[in-house]
């Protein structure tokens, strides 16, 4: 091989190892999330006396996006940024908790504590 085919030999295995480190890194870690269309929502779920509520799905409407609350009632997700959401409430045999919230987007955070009755 001379040089100058060793010199572009070279560079494209350089090329190669480098797009491999990325797409290695990305299926550790994941792609990053896009802030500007996704909304983070999180907070907790708490019985009337105040105690956290673990296995609560909780739900948005019109989506099929939901999740539970771990051991300290908290839950979180993103979702596509819109104008208003409404979330539902239910426990692990689907009967609904009998609070349901609507959200106005802040182009921020939302975080909630939901206090429910059974």
Not at 39 to 65: C, H, N, R
């Amino acid at each position: 091989m001379n040089t100058s085919s060793r010199k572009w030999f070279n560079r494209i295995f350089k090329g190669a190892s480098l797009a491999t480190v990325a797409m290695a890194f990305q299926a550790c870690y994941g792609a990053p999330r896009d802030f500007g269309m996704d909304q983070y929502i999180d907070g907790v779920v708490l019985s009337a006396e105040g105690e956290p509520l673990q296995g609560v799905l909780v739900s948005i409407d019109d989506t099929i996006q939901h999740t539970q609350t771990d051991a300290e009632g908290k839950f979180q997700f993103y979702i596509s940024r819109k104008d208003e959401y409404k979330l539902s409430f239910s426990d692990d045999k689907g009967n609904n908790l009998n609070k349901d919230t609507t959200l106005t987007d802040r182009r921020g955070g939302i975080y909630l504590t939901i206090n429910v009755e059974k």
